[in-house]
C-alpha cells in the first residue's frame, strides 16, 4: 500500500526549536539503540521483582544503567503508544484514534531529527501496527519488515539478526537503531528452554499456541489455575525474547559499540491476565497496561562525573523518552512537544515531577491522569471515575473515589482540561482503507472492535 499523503497540516508541529533540556552540548555523535518489547508487563522482569528468573540480559542492562520504577505508557496497544514514544505527542494529539490510523506525514519523528543531524536510521519492527503501512518508516534510512510475520510466528531472533546487520552496514558510523520485539504478544507459546516448571497436573483448556480468537471468548469460564497457565506461557516467551536481546546486547559489545551508546529499553504496554476481570490489552488504563519497564544506559563518556541512581521512583511519561534521547545526542529538542528530558544539566537524573496522561480510545474511551503520587481514572462510556495512590508495585488494586473526594474532583477537573485542551489540538485521522481480509484478520485478534464491549 502506497504511504498516505494527507492534506491536513497540523499548524501546532514544529513551532521552532530550543536547547536541549540538559543545556547547550556539542553533538557527541553516539549511537542510540532503542528496545521495544511489545506487550511486556513491568511485573514479569526479574529486575522489577518478579520471582521466575525471566530477563537475566535486561537485568545486567539495568545493572549498567539505571532503571525508572514508574515508567508509565501513553497507551495500551501498540499504534497509539509507539507513535507517541516516537513523536513526545499524546495519541490524540497525533490522531491515533482507531486500529485503521495512520500516522500523518506531517508529523515529525524522532529517526527524522537524527537523520537529519547526521546520524544513519534504521528500525527492525516485528508488528504490522507500527510498519510501514502504518507510516511508521518516516525518518528511516533501512526499515525491516522482513518479521513481520503474525501472532503465531516466532520472531525475536530475526530481529536481532536483522539489526546487527544494521549495525555492520552503518561501517563505524553513528547511527539510530530501533529494535522491536513481538513475542511476547499473544498467542502465547511454550519455549521448551523456558519451561518455568510447567503444571505437570494442568489438564485445563489452555495450549501454548492457542489463538487469541479461541483464548478471549473462554475468558469468563476460565479459573485461577488456567490463568496460571496462562501467564507461565507468557513467561517462556519473555525469557524467549530476554535471550534475543541478549544477543543483541552481546553483539554490540563485541563490536566494541555497547560502552559509549545511548540505550534505551521498554514497552509499549503491558497485559492483563484477569487483574480487574480482562484478557489482553488495549481496553482499559489500569497498571497492568500502562505500567511498563524503562531502562536507560548512557554512553560512558557523557558526563562522567554526574552521579547516578540505580533506580528513579520518580513517575514519568514514555514521552520523555524523546527529549531524552536528543538530549543525550545534542540535537535540539523541537518546540511544542509535551516530554521533558530526565537529565539535568549536569548529567544527573532529574525527572520533571508533574501530571501526565494515558488514553483509549476503545471501550467507549478511557483515560488516566497520573499527579502526585495519585492516578484517577474515568471511563467516558458510564462517566465513572476511579482513584488509586501510586506506588512502583501498586496495581490499581483499591478505588479511593469515595474516600477521596477532594482529590478525586482536583484530579477529575484537570483530566477533563486536559481533554479539551488536547481535543482542540487533535488533527485529523489518516485512515487506512483496509480491505475486508484485513478487517477480519484484526477482528480475529480482537482487533477492529471485535471485543470494544467488553472490559
Not at 430 to 449: I, K, N, P, T
Request: aromatic residues 10%.
Amino acid at each position: 500500500m502506497p504511504r498516505l499523503r494527507p492534506s491536513l497540516v497540523w499548524s501546532g508541529l514544529l513551532l521552532g526549536v530550543v536547547a536541549c533540556a540538559g543545556g547547550e552540548r556539542a553533538p557527541a555523535r553516539r549511537s542510540v539503540v532503542l528496545i521495544v518489547v511489545d506487550t511486556l508487563r513491568r511485573d514479569h522482569l526479574s529486575c522489577y521483582g518478579y520471582p521466575r528468573a525471566t530477563s537475566p540480559n535486561v537485568d545486567r542492562l539495568a545493572a549498567a544503567g539505571t532503571r525508572f520504577d514508574q515508567a508509565v505508557s501513553q497507551a495500551p496497544w501498540t499504534t497509539p503508544s509507539i507513535g507517541s514514544l516516537l513523536t513526545s505527542r499524546y495519541p490524540t494529539e497525533i490522531g491515533i484514534r482507531t486500529e485503521r490510523s495512520a500516522l500523518s506525514d506531517e508529523l515529525s519523528l524522532l529517526p527524522e531529527l537524527l537523520r537529519d543531524a547526521g546520524w544513519r536510521t534504521g528500525a527492525v519492527v516485528s508488528h504490522t501496527f507500527c510498519s510501514s503501512q502504518w507510516n511508521f518508516d518516516q525518518g528511516f534510512e533501512s526499515f525491516d519488515e522482513s518479521n513481520v510475520l503474525g501472532h503465531q510466528a516466532v520472531t525475536s531472533p530475526g530481529v536481532t539478526a536483522r539489526a546487527l546487520e544494521f549495525v555492520d552496514a552503518a561501517a563505524g558510523e553513528p547511527f539510530f537503531l530501533w529494535a522491536h520485539y513481538f513475542d511476547p504478544h499473544f498467542a502465547y507459546v511454550e519455549h521448551p528452554e523456558y519451561p518455568f516448571g510447567g503444571r505437570g497436573d494442568y489438564d485445563g483448556p489452555i495450549a501454548s499456541g492457542m489463538p487469541f480468537a479461541e483464548l478471549f471468548p473462554m475468558r469468563k469460564d476460565l479459573g485461577a489455575d488456567d490463568a496460571d497457565e496462562i501467564r507461565r506461557l507468557y513467561d517462556s516467551e519473555v525469557a524467549y525474547t530476554d535471550r534475543a536481546i541478549g544477543d543483541l546486547l552481546d553483539g554490540l559489545r563485541e563490536r566494541g559499540l555497547f560502552d559509549d551508546a545511548l540505550i534505551v529499553f521498554t514497552a509499549d504496554h503491558g497485559e492483563e491476565f484477569f487483574d480487574h476481570g480482562g484478557l489482553g490489552h488495549a481496553r482499559q488504563v489500569y497498571q497492568e497496561l500502562v505500567h511498563v519497564p524503562l531502562i536507560v544506559k548512557l554512553p560512558s563518556s557523557f558526563a562522567a562525573g554526574a552521579s547516578r541512581a540505580a533506580a528513579v521512583e520518580t513517575p514519568v511519561p514514555l514521552l520523555d523518552v524523546f527529549p531524552t534521547v536528543l538530549d543525550v545526542a545534542g540535537v535540539a529538542v523541537p518546540q511544542g512537544i509535551e516530554g521533558r528530558s530526565l537529565l539535568a544539566a549536569d548529567g544527573s537524573w532529574r525527572p520533571v515531577a508533574r501530571p501526565f496522561f494515558s488514553e483509549t480510545s476503545r471501550a467507549g474511551g478511557v483515560r488516566a491522569i497520573v499527579d502526585g503520587g495519585w492516578k484517577l481514572i474515568e471511563k467516558a462510556r458510564d462517566g465513572t471515575v476511579e482513584l488509586y495512590r501510586l506506588a512502583p508495585d501498586s496495581r490499581d488494586a483499591e478505588d479511593l473515589a469515595a474516600s477521596e473526594p477532594q482529590r478525586a474532583a482536583e484530579l477529575g477537573a484537570a483530566l477533563q482540561h486536559w481533554t479539551a485542551e488536547v481535543g482542540e489540538r487533535a488533527p485529523g485521522s489518516v485512515e487506512l482503507d483496509l480491505d475486508a481480509a484485513e478487517l477480519e484478520r484484526l477482528r480475529s485478534l480482537g482487533y477492529a472492535g471485535a471485543d470494544d464491549g467488553d472490559s
